[in-house]
Protein backbone atom coordinates (compact mmCIF):
# COMPACT_ATOMS: atom_id res chain seq x y z
CA UNK A 1 0.00 0.00 0.00
CA UNK A 2 1.21 3.05 -1.09
CA UNK A 3 1.25 5.61 1.89
CA UNK A 4 0.99 9.43 1.79
CA UNK A 5 4.15 10.11 3.22
CA UNK A 6 5.54 8.32 0.10
CA UNK A 7 3.24 10.07 -2.44
CA UNK A 8 3.78 13.70 -1.22
CA UNK A 9 7.99 13.06 -1.47
CA UNK A 10 8.15 11.39 -4.68
CA UNK A 11 5.68 13.25 -6.47
CA UNK A 12 6.68 16.81 -5.07
CA UNK A 13 2.66 17.40 -4.87
CA UNK A 14 2.02 17.47 -8.14
CA UNK A 15 -0.53 20.59 -9.52
CA UNK A 16 -3.85 19.72 -10.95
CA UNK A 17 -3.99 23.28 -12.22
CA UNK A 18 -4.14 22.34 -15.82
CA UNK A 19 -6.93 19.76 -15.21
CA UNK A 20 -9.64 22.49 -13.86
CA UNK A 21 -12.25 23.86 -15.61
CA UNK A 22 -12.89 27.34 -15.80
CA UNK A 23 -16.30 27.46 -14.63
CA UNK A 24 -17.91 24.97 -12.38
CA UNK A 25 -20.61 22.90 -13.37
CA UNK A 26 -23.67 22.64 -11.31
CA UNK A 27 -24.20 19.14 -9.48
CA UNK A 28 -27.99 19.57 -8.99
CA UNK A 29 -29.13 20.05 -12.57
CA UNK A 30 -31.80 17.52 -13.21
CA UNK A 31 -32.14 16.37 -10.70
CA UNK A 32 -35.86 14.36 -9.91
CA UNK A 33 -37.52 15.04 -6.78
CA UNK A 34 -36.81 11.20 -6.01
CA UNK A 35 -33.32 12.02 -6.98
CA UNK A 36 -33.00 14.84 -4.59
CA UNK A 37 -34.95 13.04 -2.16
CA UNK A 38 -32.44 10.36 -2.18
CA UNK A 39 -29.24 12.54 -1.68
CA UNK A 40 -31.00 13.86 0.96
CA UNK A 41 -31.08 10.95 3.04
CA UNK A 42 -27.05 10.11 1.34
CA UNK A 43 -26.07 13.46 3.46
CA UNK A 44 -27.37 12.86 6.34
CA UNK A 45 -24.28 12.34 8.55
CA UNK A 46 -21.18 14.79 8.52
CA UNK A 47 -18.71 12.55 6.78
CA UNK A 48 -15.67 14.03 5.58
CA UNK A 49 -13.06 12.67 2.88
CA UNK A 50 -9.22 12.97 2.32
CA UNK A 51 -8.57 13.89 -1.10
CA UNK A 52 -5.75 11.57 -1.53
CA UNK A 53 -8.29 8.96 -1.85
CA UNK A 54 -8.97 10.16 -5.46
CA UNK A 55 -5.56 11.36 -6.62
CA UNK A 56 -5.36 10.13 -9.70
CA UNK A 57 -8.68 10.75 -10.71
CA UNK A 58 -7.18 14.38 -9.75
CA UNK A 59 -4.76 14.40 -11.91
CA UNK A 60 -6.71 12.38 -14.55
CA UNK A 61 -9.63 14.73 -14.84
CA UNK A 62 -9.26 17.25 -12.54
CA UNK A 63 -9.70 18.82 -9.04
CA UNK A 64 -13.57 20.39 -10.36
CA UNK A 65 -14.54 16.49 -11.75
CA UNK A 66 -13.21 14.98 -8.57
CA UNK A 67 -15.21 17.49 -6.29
CA UNK A 68 -18.39 17.34 -8.00
CA UNK A 69 -18.20 13.21 -7.89
CA UNK A 70 -17.53 13.20 -4.13
CA UNK A 71 -20.72 15.88 -3.05
CA UNK A 72 -22.77 13.70 -5.25
CA UNK A 73 -21.76 10.75 -2.85
CA UNK A 74 -23.02 12.77 -0.08
CA UNK A 75 -18.86 13.84 1.56
CA UNK A 76 -19.47 17.25 3.62
CA UNK A 77 -15.74 17.79 4.85
CA UNK A 78 -12.82 17.64 2.88
CA UNK A 79 -9.15 17.42 3.59
CA UNK A 80 -6.51 18.75 0.79
CA UNK A 81 -3.49 16.77 -0.30
CA UNK A 82 -2.18 19.08 -2.66
CA UNK A 83 -0.38 22.66 -1.47
CA UNK A 84 2.41 24.28 -3.66
CA UNK A 85 3.63 27.88 -2.93
CA UNK A 86 0.70 29.54 -2.32
CA UNK A 87 -1.83 27.31 -4.35
CA UNK A 88 -4.64 24.77 -3.53
CA UNK A 89 -5.07 21.77 -6.87
CA UNK A 90 -3.70 24.70 -9.22
CA UNK A 91 -6.29 27.25 -7.58
CA UNK A 92 -6.08 30.18 -5.43
CA UNK A 93 -7.23 29.70 -1.53
CA UNK A 94 -10.29 31.89 -2.68
CA UNK A 95 -11.64 29.96 -6.18
CA UNK A 96 -11.19 26.63 -4.28
CA UNK A 97 -12.80 27.29 -1.03
CA UNK A 98 -15.44 28.91 -4.23
CA UNK A 99 -15.32 25.75 -5.65
CA UNK A 100 -15.86 23.46 -2.65
CA UNK A 101 -18.81 25.49 -0.67
CA UNK A 102 -20.51 25.80 -4.32
CA UNK A 103 -20.81 22.56 -4.08
CA UNK A 104 -22.28 22.53 -0.53
CA UNK A 105 -19.15 21.27 1.23
CA UNK A 106 -16.23 22.79 3.48
CA UNK A 107 -12.70 22.55 3.63
CA UNK A 108 -11.94 21.75 7.17
CA UNK A 109 -8.07 20.14 6.74
CA UNK A 110 -4.91 20.06 5.00
CA UNK A 111 -2.23 17.47 4.58
CA UNK A 112 1.20 19.56 3.83
CA UNK A 113 4.68 19.33 4.75
CA UNK A 114 8.37 20.12 4.82
CA UNK A 115 11.30 18.09 6.11
CA UNK A 116 13.61 20.02 8.48
CA UNK A 117 17.12 20.37 9.17
CA UNK A 118 18.67 23.22 11.33
CA UNK A 119 20.55 24.07 8.20
CA UNK A 120 17.41 25.28 6.54
CA UNK A 121 15.55 26.65 9.49
CA UNK A 122 14.81 29.75 8.19
CA UNK A 123 13.98 28.81 4.47
CA UNK A 124 11.23 26.11 6.07
CA UNK A 125 9.87 28.48 8.20
CA UNK A 126 9.30 31.09 5.37
CA UNK A 127 7.82 28.18 3.03
CA UNK A 128 5.26 27.43 6.53
CA UNK A 129 4.52 31.46 6.60
CA UNK A 130 3.68 31.55 3.23
CA UNK A 131 1.23 27.65 3.60
CA UNK A 132 -0.57 29.32 6.86
CA UNK A 133 -1.50 32.55 4.78
CA UNK A 134 -2.88 30.46 1.93
CA UNK A 135 -4.93 28.16 4.64
CA UNK A 136 -5.75 30.84 6.62
CA UNK A 137 -7.56 32.31 3.48
CA UNK A 138 -9.19 28.67 2.83
CA UNK A 139 -10.59 28.58 6.07
CA UNK A 140 -9.03 25.44 6.95
CA UNK A 141 -9.23 24.23 10.88
CA UNK A 142 -6.48 21.87 10.85
CA UNK A 143 -2.95 21.74 8.83
CA UNK A 144 -1.59 18.61 9.27
CA UNK A 145 1.95 17.35 8.17
CA UNK A 146 1.48 13.86 7.22
CA UNK A 147 4.95 12.16 7.35
CA UNK A 148 8.60 12.59 9.24
CA UNK A 149 12.15 11.55 7.88
CA UNK A 150 13.63 8.60 10.04
CA UNK A 151 15.48 5.90 8.76
CA UNK A 152 17.60 3.31 11.01
CA UNK A 153 20.25 5.85 12.15
CA UNK A 154 17.23 8.27 13.32
CA UNK A 155 17.98 8.76 17.12
CA UNK A 156 15.60 10.04 20.19
CA UNK A 157 17.37 13.51 19.85
CA UNK A 158 16.80 13.43 15.84
CA UNK A 159 12.86 13.17 16.89
CA UNK A 160 12.93 15.28 19.73
CA UNK A 161 14.48 18.03 17.10
CA UNK A 162 11.32 17.39 15.13
CA UNK A 163 8.84 17.81 17.90
CA UNK A 164 10.40 21.46 18.41
CA UNK A 165 10.07 22.21 14.82
CA UNK A 166 6.57 21.03 14.90
CA UNK A 167 5.69 23.00 17.84
CA UNK A 168 7.27 26.01 16.13
CA UNK A 169 5.29 25.93 13.22
CA UNK A 170 2.21 25.10 15.48
CA UNK A 171 2.54 28.52 17.10
CA UNK A 172 2.95 30.01 13.88
CA UNK A 173 -0.29 28.47 13.03
CA UNK A 174 -2.47 28.91 16.19
CA UNK A 175 -1.75 33.16 15.63
CA UNK A 176 -3.65 32.23 12.65
CA UNK A 177 -6.26 30.70 13.87
CA UNK A 178 -5.46 27.55 12.44
CA UNK A 179 -4.50 23.90 14.62
CA UNK A 180 -1.25 22.45 13.51
CA UNK A 181 -0.92 18.67 13.99
CA UNK A 182 0.66 15.42 12.88
CA UNK A 183 -0.85 12.40 11.13
CA UNK A 184 1.02 9.12 11.59
CA UNK A 185 1.59 5.77 9.93
CA UNK A 186 3.11 2.92 11.10
CA UNK A 187 6.40 3.45 11.50
CA UNK A 188 6.17 6.17 14.36
CA UNK A 189 5.72 2.19 16.04
CA UNK A 190 8.73 1.02 16.35
CA UNK A 191 11.45 1.40 19.07
CA UNK A 192 14.27 3.75 19.47
CA UNK A 193 16.68 2.74 22.84
CA UNK A 194 13.36 0.76 23.77
CA UNK A 195 11.16 3.93 23.44
CA UNK A 196 8.12 3.82 20.73
CA UNK A 197 8.45 7.14 18.11
CA UNK A 198 5.03 7.79 18.37
CA UNK A 199 5.33 8.01 22.42
CA UNK A 200 8.09 10.34 22.24
CA UNK A 201 6.68 12.92 19.94
CA UNK A 202 3.38 12.98 22.23
CA UNK A 203 5.21 13.12 25.30
CA UNK A 204 7.77 16.02 23.58
CA UNK A 205 5.68 18.34 21.34
CA UNK A 206 4.30 21.54 23.03
CA UNK A 207 0.82 20.36 23.76
CA UNK A 208 -1.02 23.93 23.64
CA UNK A 209 0.15 23.97 19.84
CA UNK A 210 0.15 20.84 18.04
CA UNK A 211 -2.43 18.07 18.17
CA UNK A 212 -2.36 15.02 16.43
CA UNK A 213 -4.50 13.30 13.45
CA UNK A 214 -4.53 9.91 14.25
CA UNK A 215 -4.65 6.96 11.87
CA UNK A 216 -6.64 4.40 13.03
CA UNK A 217 -5.69 1.49 10.75
CA UNK A 218 -1.97 2.58 11.06
CA UNK A 219 -1.83 2.82 14.82
CA UNK A 220 -3.56 -0.82 14.72
CA UNK A 221 -1.18 -2.58 11.97
CA UNK A 222 1.80 -0.63 13.66
CA UNK A 223 0.90 -2.52 16.93
CA UNK A 224 -1.10 0.02 19.03
CA UNK A 225 -4.70 0.22 19.91
CA UNK A 226 -6.18 3.39 18.21
CA UNK A 227 -9.42 3.35 21.40
CA UNK A 228 -6.50 2.73 24.08
CA UNK A 229 -4.70 5.76 22.86
CA UNK A 230 -7.72 8.20 22.57
CA UNK A 231 -8.69 7.05 25.94
CA UNK A 232 -5.42 7.74 27.51
CA UNK A 233 -4.71 11.05 25.61
CA UNK A 234 -8.15 13.02 24.95
CA UNK A 235 -6.53 16.54 24.83
CA UNK A 236 -4.13 15.49 22.03
CA UNK A 237 -5.69 13.98 19.16
CA UNK A 238 -8.01 16.50 17.17
CA UNK A 239 -8.75 14.54 14.14
CA UNK A 240 -9.25 11.19 12.97
CA UNK A 241 -8.45 9.19 9.74
CA UNK A 242 -11.21 6.38 9.57
CA UNK A 243 -9.05 3.94 7.02
CA UNK A 244 -8.66 0.21 6.58
CA UNK A 245 -6.80 -1.94 4.10
CA UNK A 246 -8.93 -0.67 1.07
CA UNK A 247 -12.32 0.16 1.34
CA UNK A 248 -14.03 1.10 5.10
CA UNK A 249 -15.34 -2.08 6.05
CA UNK A 250 -14.37 -4.71 3.75
CA UNK A 251 -11.02 -6.15 5.57
CA UNK A 252 -12.69 -7.17 8.47
CA UNK A 253 -9.77 -6.11 10.47
CA UNK A 254 -10.88 -3.09 11.94
CA UNK A 255 -13.74 -2.64 14.61
CA UNK A 256 -14.93 0.54 13.98
CA UNK A 257 -17.60 0.98 17.02
CA UNK A 258 -15.75 0.90 19.86
CA UNK A 259 -13.36 3.77 17.91
CA UNK A 260 -16.78 5.78 16.89
CA UNK A 261 -17.72 5.78 20.74
CA UNK A 262 -14.50 7.06 22.01
CA UNK A 263 -13.83 9.26 19.80
CA UNK A 264 -17.32 10.72 20.57
CA UNK A 265 -16.77 10.32 23.92
CA UNK A 266 -13.79 12.73 23.56
CA UNK A 267 -15.79 15.39 21.60
CA UNK A 268 -13.81 14.88 18.37
CA UNK A 269 -15.75 16.44 15.47
CA UNK A 270 -13.18 16.20 12.84
CA UNK A 271 -12.93 13.05 10.98
CA UNK A 272 -12.12 11.90 7.19
CA UNK A 273 -11.98 8.80 4.91
CA UNK A 274 -9.26 7.86 3.29
CA UNK A 275 -9.50 4.90 1.25
CA UNK A 276 -5.59 4.12 -0.28
CA UNK A 277 -5.74 1.09 -2.14
CA UNK A 278 -8.57 -0.37 -4.09
CA UNK A 279 -10.08 -4.21 -4.82
CA UNK A 280 -11.21 -3.54 -7.89
CA UNK A 281 -8.64 -0.66 -9.12
CA UNK A 282 -11.61 1.60 -8.88
CA UNK A 283 -11.26 4.63 -6.48
CA UNK A 284 -14.51 5.93 -7.15
CA UNK A 285 -16.03 2.68 -6.19
CA UNK A 286 -14.22 1.98 -3.33
CA UNK A 287 -14.56 5.39 -2.04
CA UNK A 288 -18.49 5.46 -2.29
CA UNK A 289 -18.48 1.85 -0.86
CA UNK A 290 -16.61 3.29 2.19
CA UNK A 291 -19.18 6.53 2.29
CA UNK A 292 -21.92 3.80 2.34
CA UNK A 293 -20.58 1.16 4.88
CA UNK A 294 -19.98 4.37 7.61
CA UNK A 295 -23.82 5.82 6.38
CA UNK A 296 -25.37 2.70 6.92
CA UNK A 297 -23.76 1.83 10.08
CA UNK A 298 -25.30 3.09 13.55
CA UNK A 299 -22.74 4.16 15.58
CA UNK A 300 -21.64 6.70 13.13
CA UNK A 301 -23.71 9.98 13.61
Not at 209 to 217: G, K, L, P, T
Not at 242 to 256: L, P, T
Request: aromatic share 10%; glycine share 8%.
Amino acid sequence: MQNRRDFLRQAGLLLAGGLVAPQLLTSCGGKTKTDAAQVATKTAKNIGLQLYSLRDMVKNEGIQKVLETVSKMGYKNLETANYDNGKIYGLTPTEFKKMVEDLGMKCTSAHLGQDYSKEKASEVMAWWDKAIEAHHQLGTTFMIQPWMSTNDKTTLDDIKMYCDYFSQVGQKAKAAGITFGYHNHDFEFRKIDNQLIYDVMLDNVDKNNVCFEMDVYWVQHGGGDPVAYLKNRPDQFKAIHIKDEKEIGASGKMNFEPIFNQMYANGIQDWYVEVEAYTNNDPVASVQQSYDFLNNADYVK
